[in-house]
Each structure stands twice: as structure tokens, then as C-alpha cells.
């Protein structure tokens, strides 16, 4: 455990450096996670958020009269303004934070991720911050649904 | 009835991401990804659009049908036309969602401060 | 000033003059608040940026202590200070007002310890008379800086951390007053390979405990001769990690206590593990422990500041998080 150094004529202790001592203290103090609670969270949460949605598509169609496709639209623009109002107005963040998964997977989550770096980044002027940072977390869903549309779609094409 | 599946297939879906989230200690932007990702690997066996029929928004809302609606899109040009058409399509059905966002994500950034 | 044992100082006319500090909302509320010297009722701190309202808590405290030890600006023939921005601007914007030299220093979270082993430097060897060290960190420029958006709807996990908003400052002298700086030990850059980065603390603690147990064998004191050993921000888990590796080494350490506990009501705010960043030790050390040490409540305090060496890009490189700790003691003279 000790090391004897020579240092100037004298002899110093030095601590002899064994991680394992320190990675078997991190080990036993590992923190649980509440998966269980948060598995229950996210699934009621995210659930009703899906039942919101599938009421007010419905009433698009029953009492609007709007056909399928224009009210799974307008059903969508709906969760993208509301998340985005939410976001600015600072309570999406404690939301995401009960609401875990139910927050994030939604389309809501995808509108949250614009809207925060878009504000966040809001200091550094309209052009340099604003419109540059927007999309530094949601890039990747743009990205990841052009790549695997393109790669499935011509395994489709050619499987035709 | 279709409320109910929307209630339990979205639920789950959520449910799935939590998991990995907690489980195997992923962020929330690699369960994104990954779910964008198969949501179109499931348009491959058709899968996706029973489900939507089945669960309505609980479908839609998720983060997968991104990943769905872009590939399907993709497609459908693609066959009309030509190959080159996939290209076009892969944005086509999706803009609307994405635009829309975009502006109203600017306009949120104009009018509000960051409240940390 | 001399040098003991391997990595230790021991000074010989350092003391305290006065020190100073200033925070946000959180912390004013927290356990500690009756002694913060001034407090902003939200982050902005009245300014249009976060990284501006960083800079107005910095220039807040020098006024302040400025004013406490009946100084002027002349009077001060430098400034030690750190925080948590690129390069730190923070430090940089802050002295850019005064008419004093200035040494801008980074050391992750050690700032505040940092500060005062470099300022002390100067005074026991007389160059100067009096230096005034000074540290902050900010919730939101480090969450900008180090995480995600403040809005973003992201779940953080309990281990994750509170950065304090929060400033703190100390004019250290040569002239005798009943608080000094005796001992310090300046720490080394220990990595046990951690990786997660929403859990610092626990990453930070093998070099907290490396530090502690080389102090005590520099110096051949045990740890009963301190009435309260302190750690910057270890948090909960980084804390039981610390007295773990203790026990191990056979150093019981009774006389305990972490900043990142001290600073926020664990049970009733919402920190999740605690306080973080340079304010962390920076506001606790400088308004609650001080006032102890004047009220001779504390004779002996040994405070070892933590701080955990990443930047976003090396945690998304997969690189490990070392950590640093350095370490000063206070004591009361009659």
C-alpha cells in the first residue's frame, strides 16, 4: 500500500495506487435505479398521452368530418404546438422528468428537443444560435429516418 | 375501442424506451434513434400500418412512426415512378410535421427566455 | 513556506481577511441561506444572459468583500480566479472591470481550493499583501455547457448532481487575523476508469480520499486533529465511496461532511444528489464555514475540493472521468 520515495535526502510515503480498491467502493456503492416506478410512470404517462391523441383524432373525423390522413396530421400539429408551449414555458423539463420515456418517445419529445436548443441557444443571436443549435439534438432522428427510409425503402423497392 | 389500444400500445411502446433507458443505461437520444430506426425496418414486413390501424394515435405519436411515414412515403414514390424517386419521397409525408415544428419551435424561441 | 512530505505546503503567514458571497434562488433557500451574503430571486440575476449573470455574482462578491474588509480596489494587487465556462470567459469578463492583475485558473470543480493554494503562494513569500480569490459556477451555463438544454424534457437520473449558482470570495493577507490558512496539499489526477457522467461524485472520490490520506501522512496528523474534514461535491453516492476507500486504508473519519449535502435540503428541494460545481465549496466554505471558524465554534477545518476532469467531448469519445483533489486547512489563531 505505501511507497518509501527519495526525494531532496529524505524519505516520503506515498500512496501506492491500486484502483481496485477504489473501483471495489464505487462497485458496492452502485445506485439503483427505480425501474419499476419508472417503467409505471412511463408506460400510464405515454399511454394517456396516446389516448389524448387517438380522442382527438377521432373528433377530427366524427364531428370535423376531416378524412383519415388530414387527422393524423392536424392530430400531430396539435401534440407539436402544445409540447413546444410547454417547453417554453419551462414546464416540458419537470414533466420529462416524471414522466421518463412517456416524454421523450412521443412526437412531443422530438418538438421539445427543437424548441429547448432553439431557446437555449437564443443568447448567441438569431442566426449563430437560434437557427444553428435547433436541431443539435433532433438532428439525429432527421438523419437516422433519411438513412433507414433509404436503406428499407430500396430493400423494398427491389424485393417489389 | 381503438381508445383503449391507443392507450396500451402507446403506453408500451414508452414502456419499451424506458427500459432501455434504464436497463442498459442508453440516453434518450439513442432510444429515439433506435426506435425511428424500427420503425422502419417493421415497414419492411408491413407491420407498421396494422398496428396504426389497430391503435390509432397510440401508433402515431410515438417516435416510430417517423421512421414508418418515411419509408412508406419513400416507397410509394419510388414504385409510381422511378429508383430515383425514393429520394424524393423520404421527406414527402413527413414535412408538414417537420416544418411545422421547426417554425413553431422559432417562434417559441423568440418569444420566450430560458428559465433553467 | 516550506515543503512537507511529498505533495504538501505548510504556510506560515497566511490568514483570511474576509470573504464573501453571492447566489441564486436554490441556494438561498437551502439549509445554509441565513448566511449568504446577497441572493437573486431567479438565475437571470437581473441580466440578459446566463453566463452575464455568472459574471454579475463574481463582480457582487468582490464589491462585497471589498466593502467587509474596508478595502478599495487599489488596495488588492490580485486575483486568483476560476470557473466552469470555455476557457473560462466568466473569470476573464469579470476582471476585465478592475484594475487588478489577474490569474485565471481552471480546476474543474477544485476552483475554490485551487484559488486560494496559488493565491497563498504570493502572500507567504510577501510578494503581495492581499489577493483575493475568487470562484462561481452557474446551473444553467454548466448544464449548457457540460449537458442538455435547460427545457429539454430528459429524465436525469437520481445520481446526477445540482450545479450551485453561486459565487464565493476570500482576500487572504499577511496581516494577522484570527482565521489561517496552514496547510495545503495539492492533489493528483486520479482515474479508477468511471464512465458515467451523470454520476460524477463517484468518480471524484478515489482522488478526494488519495488527497486526504496523503495530507495526513505529509503532516503525521491523524484525522481526529481536524474538527471537520469537508469535500467539495461528492454528493450522496460520491461521499459513501469516499469513506469506503477510507475504511479500507484504515482512516475512520467521524468528523465528516460534503459541501453538495450542506449547501441544499436533500429532502425537500429537488437536487437529486446534491450541489455541484466550484460555487458548491465555493459559497459553503465561504459563508457557513467561515462564520463557524469566526465564532471559534470550528478551530481546525481541512477542506478538499473535488473536481472531475471531462468535457462533453471526451465523455462521448467513451474516455473515463479522472478526478482531482486538492486540498487546504483553516485554522483559528488566538
Known amino acids: 500500500m505505501y511507497k518509501k520515495y527519495y526525494i531532496s535526502s529524505k524519505y516520503y510515503e506515498v500512496i501506492f495506487l491500486d484502483k481496485k480498491i477504489f473501483q471495489e467502493a464505487i462497485e458496492k456503492n452502485k445506485t439503483k435505479r427505480p425501474i419499476l416506478k419508472n417503467s409505471i410512470y412511463a408506460f400510464v404517462i405515454g399511454g394517456l398521452v396516446c389516448l389524448v391523441g387517438e380522442v382527438i383524432r377521432l373528433l377530427l373525423m366524427r364531428i370535423f368530418k376531416v378524412d383519415n390522413k388530414t387527422a393524423n396530421t392536424l392530430m400531430l400539429l396539435i401534440f407539436i404546438t402544445l409540447s413546444s408551449l410547454f417547453t417554453g414555458l419551462g414546464l416540458y423539463d419537470k414533466f420529462g422528468q416524471i414522466a421518463g420515456a412517456g416524454a421523450f418517445v412521443p412526437i412531443t419529445g422530438f418538438a421539445n428537443s427543437l424548441t429547448s436548443s432553439a431557446i437555449e441557444s437564443k443568447s448567441e443571436g438569431i442566426v449563430l444560435g437560434t437557427m444553428m443549435n435547433m436541431f443539435k439534438l433532433a438532428g439525429a432522428i432527421i438523419v437516422i429516418g433519411a438513412v433507414s427510409s433509404v436503406l428499407f425503402g430500396t430493400i423494398i423497392y427491389l424485393l417489389r | ?116 | 513556506m516550506k515543503r512537507v512530505g511529498k505533495n504538501s505546503i505548510l504556510f506560515d503567514n497566511v490568514y483570511v481577511l474576509e470573504t464573501a458571497t453571492s447566489t441564486g434562488p436554490r441556494e438561498k433557500k437551502g439549509p445554509i441561506g441565513e448566511y449568504i451574503d446577497k441572493d437573486y430571486e431567479n438565475l437571470n440575476c437581473l441580466e440578459k444572459s446566463w453566463e452575464k449573470a455568472e459574471c454579475r455574482l463574481q463582480k457582487d462578491v468582490i464589491e462585497i468583500s471589498l466593502k467587509k474588509a474596508s478595502l478599495e480596489e487599489k488596495d488588492l494587487d490580485l486575483i486568483v480566479s476560476g470557473d466552469l465556462n470555455n476557457q473560462i470567459v466568466v473569470s476573464s469578463f469579470t476582471a476585465k472591470d478592475y484594475d487588478i492583475p489577474h490569474i485565471g485558473i481552471y480546476g474543474a470543480c477544485t476552483t475554490s481550493i485551487l484559488s486560494l493554494i496559488v493565491g497563498s503562494n504570493y502572500i507567504d513569500t510577501k510578494t503581495f499583501n492581499n489577493v483575493l480569490c475568487l470562484t462561481s459556477s452557474h446551473y444553467a451555463t454548466s448544464e449548457k455547457q457540460f449537458r442538455f438544454p435547460t427545457e429539454y424534457g430528459g429524465q436525469k437520473p437520481d445520481t446526477t448532481t445540482t450545479t450551485v449558482t453561486g459565487s464565493g470570495a476570500t482576500i487572504i493577507t499577511n496581516q494577522k487575523t484570527t482565521i489561517k490558512i496552514t496547510k495545503a496539499t495539492i492533489g493528483k489526477v486520479i482515474d479508477a476508469e468511471y464512465k458515467d457522467a451523470q454520476d460524477l461524485g463517484k468518480a471524484m472520490a478515489p482522488s478526494a480520499a488519495v488527497t486526504l490520506k496523503q495530507h495526513l501522512s505529509d503532516f503525521n496528523l491523524p484525522a481526529s486533529y481536524y474538527d471537520l474534514i469537508l469535500t467539495g461535491d461528492l454528493s450522496l453516492g460520491g461521499s459513501k465511496v469516499f469513506i469506503d476507500i477510507l475504511k479500507e486504508w484504515d482512516i475512520i473519519i467521524p468528523n465528516y461532511n460534503d459541501c453538495g449535502l450542506m449547501i441544499y435540503d436533500l429532502n425537500n428541494q429537488e437536487v437529486f444528489s446534491g450541489g455541484s460545481g466550484c460555487g458548491c465549496a465555493g459559497v459553503v466554505v465561504n459563508s457557513y464555514i467561515m462564520a463557524l471558524l469566526r465564532k471559534k465554534i470550528l478551530k481546525k477545518v481541512l477542506v478538499i475540493t473535488t473536481g472531475a476532469l471531462m468535457n462533453p467531448i471526451s465523455t462521448a469519445q467513451k474516455e473515463s472521468i479522472p478526478g482531482i483533489a486538492h486540498a487546504v486547512a483553516f485554522e483559528v489563531v488566538e
Open chain 2, 1 to 116: 375501442m381503438s381508445i383503449l389500444f391507443a392507450f396500451l400500445i402507446g403506453g408500451l411502446i414508452c414502456l419499451i424506451g424506458q427500459l432501455l433507458v434504464d436497463l442498459l443505461k442508453l440516453q434518450p437520444v439513442h432510444v429515439t434513434v433506435s426506435f425511428v430506426f424500427v420503425g422502419s425496418l417493421l415497414e419492411l414486413f408491413g407491420l407498421y400500418d396494422n398496428i396504426i390501424k389497430l391503435a390509432g394515435a397510440g401508433a402515431l405519436l410515438p417516435i416510430s412512426s417517423f421512421g414508418h411515414t418515411m419509408t412508406h412515403s419513400a416507397v410509394e414514390l419510388a414504385v409510381k415512378g422511378s429508383y430515383l424517386d425514393l429520394f424524393g419521397g423520404v421527406f414527402q409525408q413527413t414535412s408538414s410535421g417537420i416544418a411545422y415544428a421547426i417554425v413553431i419551435a422559432f417562434i417559441c424561441s423568440l418569444i420566450f427566455k430560458p428559465k433553467g
